[in-house]
């Protein structure tokens, strides 16, 4: 069963605006990661953010916050002023805390992502 | 150099050669990874190596061979692939220490592979 769900193939903004990118998630872990990760065309997955199932306070980090939603299960990216080199894959993770078995214990599991193209 | 870096950065091989992609890490981390995307699917684990042990992941066929020689350096070794193999090769790295938050995967560039 698929443990994330980015539900929004692709997405438009204009510079300087705000976007949010959902992200859902399914574990039965009480302790789990969260992570959002952007990959522009030339292949790279760059680290964003990252929120803790025991964090209180949502994420942020520069123009990047995290709107954390434990009882939803939802963990959606906000980009603030987005510029034009905001355009990328984006991709949502997840890291369950518990070590299940020998070959999942330190899986992140990907959503499909977002694409995010930012136009003048 | 920093980061995670990966060789090559392109590959284009035929079904019987035999090749490696290199990936090396300079993070001090303890655990790396290897992970294929193929378009349209989501990114999917293929190994992990744990202070320097493997764990293998059953479903990745045989004709992929990862070694770690060391805690920086991973290969995978690629022989008889197929057309489907065809995909974004991305390796990451990260540091085990117990807790999540420093447990976050750094991914380099990645070998885009193409198989003939």
């Known amino acids: 069963a698929q443990k994330i769900t980015q539900t929004q193939p692709g997405m438009f903004v204009q510079e300087k605006e705000a976007v949010t990118l959902d992200c859902t998630y399914d574990?039965?872990?009480?302790?789990?990661?969260l992570f959002w990760y952007k990959q522009p065309s030339s292949g790279e997955m760059i680290f964003l953010i990252y929120q803790g199932s025991y964090d209180e306070q949502n994420a942020t980090e520069g123009r990047y916050s995290l709107n954390f939603q434990k009882a939803r299960k939802s963990a959606n990216l906000v980009i603030s002023a987005s510029q034009l080199g905001d355009s990328a894959m984006y991709f949502c993770?997840?890291?369950?805390?518990?070590?299940?078995?020998?070959?999942?214990?330190?899986?992140?599991?990907f959503g499909k992502g977002t694409s995010l193209l930012v136009t003048p | 150099e920093t980061g995670v870096t990966q060789t090559p950065r392109h590959l284009v091989m035929g079904m019987t050669n035999k090749k490696s992609l290199k990936c090396e890490q300079h993070?001090?981390?303890?655990?790396m990874y290897w992970y294929k995307q193929s378009a349209k699917k989501p990114l999917e684990l293929m190994f992990v190596y744990n202070f320097k042990e493997q764990t293998e992941n059953n479903s990745v066929p045989s004709r992929f061979s990862p070694e770690c020689p060391n805690s920086s350096h991973l290969f995978l070794h690629l022989h008889t692939l197929q057309p489907e193999d065809s995909a974004l090769y991305l390796c990451a790295s990260s540091l085990l220490s117990g807790g999540l938050s420093t447990d976050t995967q750094y991914f380099g560039p990645g070998t885009r592979l193409t198989v003939l």
């Open positions: 993070l001090g981390h303890n655990a």
């Open positions: 574990t039965s872990d009480q302790s789990y990661g």
């Open positions: 993770a997840m890291r369950e805390g518990k070590i299940q078995a020998k070959n999942s214990g330190y899986a992140l599991n």
